[in-house]
């Protein structure tokens, strides 16, 4: 399994745009890389997923148009750009990989998940 590392939260004003990233500790060339996100009293949320292979991504309703990932094999990183912010994606997001290679944006088919890294939106 990878390891992982979430960078790039942080306080963010409503309207505003941040990017996240998260490196691996090793190849991510066949694992399907998700990102979710846990707010206080929450559950947590799959916010969107790269599968491999295809690299197709899904996202989930709550941030469509908003929220972009990409990721960089060749730099063992995913990404994470979201705009429009608004005080409900405050949240710790985190950076998940499954070595089936495929995306369900449930949190029990990945085996890897990194620290997680806080993102704040507020005026």
């Known amino acids: 399994q990878v390891q992982l590392v979430e960078s790039g939260g942080g306080l963010v004003q409503p309207g505003g745009s941040l990017r996240l990233s998260c490196t691996a500790s090793?190849?991510?060339?066949?694992?399907?890389v998700a990102w979710f996100r846990q707010a206080p009293g929450k559950e947590r949320e799959g916010v969107s997923c790269?599968?491999?292979?295809?690299?197709?991504?899904i996202y989930a309703d709550s941030v469509k148009g908003r929220f972009t990932m990409s990721r960089d094999n060749a730099k063992n990183t995913v990404y994470l750009e979201m705009s429009s912010l608004n005080p409900d994606d405050a949240a710790v997001y985190y950076c998940?990989?499954?070595?089936?290679?495929?995306?369900?944006?449930?949190?029990?088919?990945?085996?890897?998940w990194g620290q997680g890294t806080q993102v704040t939106v507020s005026s």
């Open positions: 998940a990989a499954a070595v089936s290679g495929l995306c369900v944006l449930h949190g029990n088919f990945f085996g890897s």
């Open positions: 090793g190849s991510m060339n066949y694992y399907a």
């Open positions: 790269s599968s491999s292979g295809d690299q197709s991504t």
